[in-house]
């Protein structure tokens, strides 16, 4: 007699993010990871080390990463708008949103319940369900401009007047803001922005691979997303 459970399945799957993207994600989160830890030492200094700072040269390499990683941001950012031109439907989904239609209010409000443990039955979608788009937009794309424009600006102000970033940045974001004291405030209040973000980002991408019978984690991986019943 056959065991059941030893049938043969196939689960409804459907190709999400294409390999461009995939990429750009590991190494944003690889570079955000870093800023962050560099950023939190900028901010709070470690203590200062005995002997000839020659010997040691520890905050000069915690800047060198922090810039570096950085850099990575900023051109990964520029690569993802690109890709959002050129790529398939989903990779524009965080940058355009139909924000005029009530059926997409409608599908955030029943999102925003299935979150809150308020709704039994959840909704599967291709890509981005319409809660992590806005998410998303708000807080990671206009997140993220926010920090690598404030980044830039306090970047310049250090390679000084005449550089590309403090002609393109430094020179008009500072006095905006009134001084560098208040960019700095702001850039690092911005990094907490991006830390709950990761937060929240995590844990919905768990929740949901477990709860919503669809994958999540493994899609950005594979590219392709699997539907279990």
Do not use: C
Not at 58 to 78: E, P, T, W
């Amino acid at each position: 007699m056959s065991n059941p459970s030893l049938a043969p399945h196939s689960e409804p799957s459907v190709y999400v993010y294409e390999a461009p993207l995939r990429l750009w994600h590991w190494i944003n989160a690889l570079a955000i990871t870093v800023l962050a830890i560099t950023g939190y030492f900028i901010g709070s200094p470690p203590p200062a080390m005995g002997g000839e700072a020659s010997d040691h040269y520890l905050f000069g390499y915690i800047r060198f990463a922090h810039f570096a990683a950085g850099y990575i941001l900023g051109i990964g950012f520029v690569f993802r708008i690109y890709w959002a031109v050129v790529g398939n439907r989903h990779a524009r989904e965080i940058f355009f949103y139909n924000i005029l239609k009530a059926s997409y209010w409608k599908e955030l409000w029943h999102e925003v319940k299935w979150y809150l443990f308020l709704e039994k039955a959840p909704k599967k979608y291709e890509g981005h369900n319409p809660l992590a788009i806005f998410t998303m937009h708000w807080m990671f794309v206009w997140g993220i401009t926010f920090m690598i424009v404030t980044g830039f600006a306090l970047y310049g102000e250090g390679t000084g007047p005449g550089s590309w970033a403090h002609t393109l940045f430094s020179s008009w974001l500072i006095p905006l803001f009134g001084q560098s004291m208040d960019v700095h405030t702001w850039h690092h209040l911005g990094m907490w922005l991006i830390i709950l973000f990761v937060m929240i980002h995590v844990y919905v991408a768990v929740r949901e691979d477990i709860m919503s019978r669809q994958s999540i984690i493994s899609s950005m991986i594979s590219g392709w997303r699997n539907f279990r019943s």
